[in-house]
């Protein structure tokens, strides 16, 4: 506010983006467990990242009960994870709350839950609210009330108003009590309208830690492999239709820290570039499918078209003369195949995909990355040329929940038409290159089917020694 010199009277309205299923026990006050003394040392009294794997017994197990293939990033796994492994922790919590929403709940003293977080991520809809809680009893007695007690709330669509900031928040962030605020949205979602898409045959490629692929569609996807399918929850009147990669700038982060020699980090050094853009420049020179490496990018699961958690990444064509940066420019072309079958997925359910806007911190960095994914994918792609693209789509949203008579605006399309950003890079296939990925996405395409689920145990039998 002080940078901005924006008066505290002219903001009309807040909204928060977060990750998502981040989860956080608190207790009747809205305070996390994890800052109570009595539960400083227990680790599910803390917050679960949407990235926390650890729950993959639970999901297994409430596909074997429900017949229901759930990802163990999702909000019932890890709560299944809480009750088996701390009872105390479960049974102190009054409620257990998406960390979007629990910001949310804290800024208005509301119990107010968002419906982007509710729907993706713990299965319910506007017709049946939580449709599976029927059968929750199944997988633990203590699940029967979950829907009531834990999960208890009115649940709200981006956009809506949820309340007002507290006036001790209000001074707090230096703004007013007449702060509306809206219902939270998944971060990665908050970035549709950011990039200004508000319609069907536009897709929206998040990067950053992991991907997500959105698009809008009139008709619910009806495929396989496809993580959300949600009418209203993003742009009101259209489904939108998700799935991504469960790890991306999280691989090349593992690739880098884990595995690169002292002579390329004094190299860097020397030269004083970023290690990320030292190994980027001499990947950049390299042809596609340099020295022979191709990888399956399923280092923390896969999600199309398999969805299952337990798959794990892969990496073929090593020889004692392989290069770092032969390795890492295979990583970031696994990340871009791994694109082109979420968007041949939503192709075949009927989508006719015409435009692809990319954003996140990644896109913005790496422009080998982009020109990879233009390359693989056969078209051009439009980058934002902000990191922050999931903050200016969630201030859409605030803009809507102050509504117009406050200044804000009545629609989210109608926002993002006046709010999106001017300027976008350009990344155009090279038409060399996009031949030579036709022949190597061929060859990813029979590497993935190697360790298909049910056709090939390996990647079960290693989880059992993990």
Not at 154 to 181: F, K, M, N
Not at 419 to 428: A, N, P
Request: aromatic content about 10%; glycine content about 8%; overall charge negative.
């Amino acid at each position: 506010m002080k940078k901005s010199k924006v008066e505290k009277e002219q903001v009309i309205g807040l909204a928060i983006d977060f990750t998502s299923c981040t989860i956080l026990p608190v207790d009747a006050e809205k305070k996390p467990l994890c800052m109570i003394e009595k539960f400083v040392s227990r680790p599910h009294a803390y917050a679960k990242l949407w990235k926390h794997h650890a729950a993959w017994r639970e999901a297994d197990y409430i596909e074997q009960q429900l017949h229901v293939k759930l990802s163990s990033e999702l909000l019932l796994p890890k709560i299944l994870e809480i009750l088996n492994e701390d009872y105390e922790v479960y049974h102190s919590a009054d409620q257990i709350l998406e960390a979007g929403d629990w910001l949310g709940q804290i800024l208005t003293g509301t119990r107010a839950r968002s419906a982007s977080m509710a729907s993706y991520k713990a299965m319910w809809n506007k017709e049946e609210g939580y449709g599976l809680s029927q059968s929750f009893r199944i997988l633990h007695p203590l699940l029967e009330d979950l829907t009531e007690t834990k999960l208890s709330g009115e649940i709200y669509y981006p956009g809506e108003c949820i309340g007002y900031l507290l006036p001790e928040w209000a001074a707090r962030l230096g703004l007013t009590d007449r702060t509306a605020v809206s219902a939270g949205i998944i971060d990665a979602h908050a970035a549709v309208p950011g990039c200004g898409i508000t319609k069907p045959g536009q897709m929206m490629l998040a990067i950053g830690t992991s991907t997500v692929q959105v698009i809008l569609e009139d008709i619910p996807y009806m495929g396989e492999g496809v993580y959300g399918n949600v009418r209203d929850a993003v742009v009101s009147g259209h489904y939108a239709w998700e799935s991504g990669i469960a790890a991306a700038g999280d691989t090349y982060q593992w690739f880098i820290e884990k595995c690169i020699s002292a002579e390329y980090a004094s190299a860097a050094e020397r030269e004083r570039e970023d290690i990320y853009r030292y190994l980027e420049k001499k990947a950049q020179i390299l042809n596609p499918g340099a020295g022979g490496m191709l990888a399956l990018e399923w280092w923390n699961g896969n999600k199309t078209p398999y969805m299952d958690s337990g798959r794990r990444g892969v990496m073929v064509g090593y020889t004692l003369s392989t290069k770092p940066e032969e390795i890492y420019r295979a990583l970031l072309e696994a990340t871009a195949f791994g694109t082109k079958r979420i968007l041949e997925a939503f192709n075949q359910a009927g989508a006719n995909i015409r435009e692809i806007y990319a954003c996140g911190g990644i896109p913005v960095k790496n422009d080998l990355l982009m020109q990879i994914c233009a390359d693989v994918l056969g078209c051009e792609i439009r980058v934002s040329a902000t990191e922050y693209i999931s903050a200016l789509g969630a201030a859409m949203y605030a803009a809507v929940a102050a509504g117009k008579e406050q200044g804000g605006h009545l629609t989210i399309q109608e926002a993002a038409y006046c709010m999106k950003e001017k300027q976008k890079r350009i990344f155009r296939p090279v038409t060399e290159n996009v031949k030579k990925y036709q022949e190597l996405y061929a060859l990813y395409r029979q590497l993935s089917e190697l360790f298909q689920p049910g056709k090939n145990d390996l990647m079960t039998r290693l989880k059992e020694f993990a």
